[in-house]
């Protein structure tokens, strides 16, 4: 990638260009489902996996140039920060969505199988979408939904973050991932353990609270560690987990942890 024809063609890198064609792609599939007279009762959803790698993006060089894979998020691909989970989703439903309308309600990818169920009237069993809720009156009306207790994050490393409403936990001292600082320099650097941030106000992930909010960690913990507990999101028979013994404090130092318990 990118295709031959468009190497070149934004005058930045590979990358730039890749984005380019895919964009002209994605407009292509737009025009035929319009000329097909199929526009205003198909649901068109736009996004990505994950954040943008680093690596792959020479991000840096981006950077340089003026543009921001990324944006102002933190890391990329890979890392806990937002910048590896953080990603676009601009979704397109003539009939059902305001054209320009913006809507911040937390959402997560597991949630696209139940908001398909529910537009199509179908009831799925209780095994599956087990971290999926339905977000389709978020489509119409912007309301968040209430039954949604958080969003779990994982790296690439395996290091888990929770998100509920504005706050976020991290249980790693550093990315987690590919960016600077890796949890081995941040350890060095002498940074917390854990990092909580509040997104409402500190989107960048640049001022850690963990040390100010103390009831707001055990509060997360606790739920990270139901979920855990539970095998699932949603409420329902208790699953097994896709492996045994779930370490949410995988690498942390066992006498910070000791602490923190003892707290």
């Given at each position: ?24 792609t994605v407009g292509q599939i737009i025009n035929a489902i ?191 560690k139901e979920l855990v507990a539970n095998g699932r999101s ?30």
């Open positions: 990638m990118p295709a031959e024809e468009w190497q070149g063609r934004s005058g930045l890198n590979k990358h730039a260009d890749f984005v380019m064609q895919t964009d002209h319009d000329e097909a007279g199929l526009r205003d009762n198909t649901l068109i959803v736009f996004t990505s996996d994950n954040g943008t790698s680093g690596p792959t993006s020479d991000k840096e060089k981006l950077e340089e140039m003026g543009h921001y894979p990324s944006w102002i998020l933190r890391g990329s691909k890979a890392d806990i920060w937002d910048g590896g989970h953080r990603v676009p989703f601009i979704v397109r439903w003539p009939r059902i969505i305001k054209e320009k309308s913006k809507c911040s309600a937390l959402i997560c990818h597991t949630d696209f199988m139940p908001t398909v169920a529910d537009i199509i009237g179908f009831s799925l069993p209780d095994n599956a979408a087990v971290d999926g809720f339905s977000y389709e009156s978020a489509f119409s009306t912007c309301k968040r939904n209430k039954k949604r207790p958080a969003v779990v994050h994982h790296s690439v490393s395996g290091k888990f973050a929770i998100r509920d409403g504005r706050w976020k936990l991290v249980l790693c001292p550093g990315s987690g991932g590919w960016s600077a600082p890796k949890d081995n320099d941040a350890i060095k650097l002498g940074l917390p353990d854990i990092q909580l941030y509040d997104m409402s106000a500190d989107i960048e992930e640049k001022n850690n609270l963990q040390a100010e909010y103390p009831e707001i960690v055990k509060q997360l913990v606790d739920m990270l949603t409420q329902g028979k208790i699953l097994s987990n896709d492996i045994d013994n779930i370490d949410i404090w995988k690498g942390i130092d066992p006498v910070s942890l000791k602490a923190y318990e003892q707290k």
